[in-house]
């Protein structure tokens, strides 16, 4: 893992200069503490190249320095990621004569890249995110991996297109303005993320997943490289797919073990983690160490169920416990995170990352299962729904009739019939537009309350074309298009992109054997039928994994990582939320300052929880304050080691 910066410009774009890119590199130092790399070369003509790299050193601890080239220098990479198929790669392409330098994956992308060019990408069984200079063709190719574990995100202005890991690499460069993209605020109000291609800001978009780029002669060239087929069921009998769902998992598994530093996993006690650590444990001959952070409130706390799963797997387990007091961390996960970002699971994230990368430098983690094995009950509800889709017209008008909303509630969030007004009301849309009632912070009448008419009013709403272009991949169950959806949308925008800035942060990457493209294409196939068990929590992973995972365990509802801000806003955290959201400061014209009063208002006195939609406010605040008004980002969130080597 490691951090990735750099650009290319020709005579009539804006520049980079040395002092340039050693800024845009340096801003990433707590990616690649083990490392530090530059390539750069101004040409006659006005035109150049720029690479930069942070090194987390893995694979080849001497070898693998970056930014690297090939035999002859005309080829030149700098990677973040890991291959894990590298191995295989590298013996094919040694008969094929090419010579190797080092004992690294990133020197496999150069040589599969001078044999095959673009198609390079169809040969990589991994996690990453890399730019390629091709100095024969002046192009730079940059490319992303499948499910969007690797974040890249670049600025593209006339004759000037620049890369990096994070947006605070971008931000030391000049002409990357930081505007605010009115429409990337209503995703984020809908979501509590800024789904691809967006950032938070407009000069700035995200690369999205299994997309290469190339800039050449001025030109950028966006393109899809992986084309999973959303619309197969695979009909085998379900012994036959569970058969094949251990053998691709567990070959997944064996690979991600390859690594030249220690290694460990999360364990939440939830099927996911459970699998991933039985399967690791089944293939290495030492105990494996697993790590769990628990909360002091005792409903958010999954440290029993994980201390259960190291008892019966084996383990050597370290558990840590979270407080409210670590809600102080707010204005570090907004220098880390770069734009606003309203997962609370941010915060037990930070500190499991924290206290593991004191043990080991590698962690095996369950993202994916959820979202491949039907993990959230959202999915079987949404399922359900198809069948009112089917009544006939009027008996659909009668269930949805609006005369719901105006029946009187005086009991809050929690009464019957408030549940009922919300099922209502999302009836009452079509299927396509139905999920986001599922999945939203603020639906759309919230945010229209909350947006000030001024800034509404000249604001495009992209919420539902995002979740319609989503879920219209396939035309399956609405429960297997939820949960493609999600894969594309939440997975890559929320899950993925917070384990991997908060690992980073602490020096520590993660790994998803979920997430190898072969188990997904596996996963996606399997009919939706099979993922459904009123006794079994996701019946796939249960009985194909069943050895793992202790009976208690499989009957276990879906707990999440959850955080109680619930409680919090009542508490630590309610003078801030007060201050910050009606302080002079932070009226801007976006929002509406009675909604923020009633919306603080009714939390405090325990009617309605809104502690997600405060939450996702105040990260807002934070953020504006940080990179919006400050105009200066800080030249690391870490403090740099010393820097061990440079290309040049």
Known sequence: MCGITGGTWNSNGSPLDRSVIDRM??????????????????????????????????????????????????VWISFNGEIYNYRELRQSLMTRGHRFRTDSDTETIVHLYEDHGVE?????????????????????????????????????????????????????????????????????????YVPHPRTMFRDVRKLPPAHFATFRQGVLDIQRYWHPDWEYVDERPVSVLQEDLREELTASVRLQLRSDVPLGAFLSGGIDSTTIVGLM??????????????????????TPYARQAAEHLGS??????????????????????DEPFADSSAIPTYRLAQATSQHVKVALTGDGGD?????????????????????????????????????????????????????MEALHTHSDSRYIYWISC?????????????????????????IRSAWNVSTRTAGTRAMHCDLQLYLPGDLLAKVDILSMAHGLECRCPFLDHRVVEKAIAIPFAHHVDRNVTKPMLSH??????????????????????????????????????????????????????????????????????????????????EYIESQVTPLSVREPSALVGQAS
């Open 544 to 625: 194909s994994f069943s050895k793992f995972i202790p009976r208690r365990l499989q009957q276990r509802a879906k707990q999440g990582f959850c955080v109680p801000l619930d409680a919090w806003f009542r508490g630590p955290l309610r003078d801030m939320a007060y201050d910050s959201l009606l302080s002079p400061r932070a009226d801007r014209g976006y929002f509406q300052t009675e909604t923020l009063r009633s919306l603080l208002w009714e939390h405090d006195s325990g009617k309605w929880n809104h502690g997600d939609k405060l939450w996702a406010l105040l990260c807002f605040e934070t953020w504006h304050q």
């Open 25 to 74: 590199t340096d801003v990433l130092s707590h990616r690649g503490p083990d490392g530090r790399g530059i390539y750069f070369k101004q040409y006659d003509n006005g035109c150049g190249v720029a690479l930069g790299h942070r090194r987390l050193a893995i694979i080849d601890l001497e070898g693998g320095r970056q930014p690297l080239c090939n035999e002859d220098g005309t």
């Open 316 to 337: 050597q387990h370290h558990e840590l416990a979270i407080d409210p007091s670590s809600a102080s961390l707010l204005h570090t996960l907004t220098r880390h995170f």
């Open 120 to 192: 390079c990408l169809q040969h990589l069984r991994g996690m990453f995110a890399f730019a390629i200079w091709d100095e024969r063709k002046r192009s730079l190719f940059i490319a992303r991996d499948r499910m969007g574990e690797k974040p890249l995100v670049y600025q593209h202005t006339e004759g000037r297109f620049l890369f990096a890991s994070e947006i605070k690499s971008l931000l030391q460069a000049p002409n990357v303005h930081r505007t605010m993209d009115p429409e990337a605020l209503q995703q984020y109000l809908t979501f509590g």
């Open 281 to 302: 444990q089944s293939l290495v001959t030492h105990q494996a160490k697993t790590f769990t952070m628990g909360f002091t409130e005792s409903a958010y706390d999954e």
């Open 371 to 423: 979202e491949l094995f039907a993990g959230y009950p959202r999915y079987q509800t949404v399922d359900r729904l198809q069948c009112y889709d089917r009544l006939p017209g009027f008996v659909q008008s009668m269930t949805t009739n609006r005369a719901w909303q105006w029946l009187p509630n005086r009991e809050g969030q929690r009464s019957m019939l408030e549940r009922l007004r919300f099922r």
């Open 442 to 466: 603020f639906q759309k009448q919230g945010r229209d309350r909350l947006l000030s008419p001024d800034f509404s009013q000249h604001t495009f709403d992209p919420c539902e074309d995002t």
